[in-house]
């Protein structure tokens, strides 16, 4: 990727979490804030993705999230596992994203270094982001179907004339 391109997007990149945990719920909702700026600004996707994930993994800490989205590759959940598993990383979470009209458009995997279960407070942190995926990937989802339906009413269309038989 150029650096012009990627340059653009970087006033939306979301510092490491604060140190003192009086600071802890500013920091979510400007995380927040700047993930929805850069979904309403069109910022490429995966960049968004990435984004939330790091917010996520700020905000639990110890961990690493994956977004895989639908139209992408598939990556087996399974897979991933195993490979976090030679990392010493264990599943800490795993949720679909569902999109507006109840489709799923990806999923969201977190490992953690503990094998735990998430706290209320990390339950609700979780939730969060996969609202902001499923916005994310449901946006770019609806622009792509529009640039493919204007470029089918722009192609002409070839039909075959049916010619009466002569007789």
Known sequence: MDESHSGAYKKWKIPGLPPRPEIKSQYVLKAEGKILQAI?????????????CSALDCQIGNSVSLISTSTGRDTSAAGTARTAARFGMY???????????????GSLQTYCRDSRTPSTNELHLIERALHLAALAITRENQAVHRANSRIAENR???RRVLEWPVS
Do not use: K, Y
């Not at 309403?40 to 939330?52: D, G, K, Q, Y």
């Open 91 to 105: 599943v800490f979470s795993s949720a679909q994203i569902i999109g507006d009209f109840g489709e799923e458009v």
């Open 156 to 158: 002409p269309v070839r």
């Open 40 to 52: 309403s600004a069109r910022a490429p996707v995966p960049e968004t993705l990435n984004e939330i």
